[in-house]
Nanobody
Framework: QVQLIESGGGLVQAGGSLRLSCAASGRTFGSLTMGWFRQGPGKEREFVASISWNGASTYYADSVKGRFTISRGNVKTTVYLQMNSVKPEDTAVYYC???????????????????WGQGTQVTVSS
């Protein structure tokens, strides 16, 4: 089993920045592809960004491209989501996800990921 714990959510004004963190623990054997998803009020969970185990490959949803950056820490079981120029429509619960299979940009559906964190709320005020 892999446990994922997110942190860093909160309230931010439109145009501001926020950084989310996710730490994986447990049986983090092999190489984990990690991703961020979000679920806004009354919406389905949607893909935000993903990153390969070594940080060499990343993939972003069009809605966040150029504003958000996914990265991995020196300890490869930690992943970050730097959110810049946030908009009210970025308001959502943000979830960290992990999968033991190799990174593929097309693997962006929630069902493609095995492990999930509990989520952290991000609220952007206008």
């Amino acid at each position: 089993q892999v446990q994922l714990i997110e942190s860093g959510g909160g309230l931010v004004q439109a145009g501001g920045s926020l950084r989310l963190s996710c730490a994986a623990s447990g049986r983090t054997f092999g190489s984990l592809t990690m991703g961020w998803f979000r679920q806004g009020p009354g919406k389905e969970r949607e893909f935000v960004a993903s990153i390969s185990w070594n940080g060499a490959s990343t993939y972003y949803a069009d809605s966040v491209k150029g504003r958000f950056t996914i990265s991995r820490g020196n300890v490869k079981t930690t992943v970050y989501l730097q959110m810049n120029s946030v908009k009210p429509e970025d308001t959502a619960v943000y979830y960290c996800a992990a999968d033991r299979r190799p990174f593929m940009a097309t693997r962006s559906a929630p069902a493609e990921y095995e492990y999930w964190g509990q989520g952290t709320q991000v609220t952007v005020s206008s």
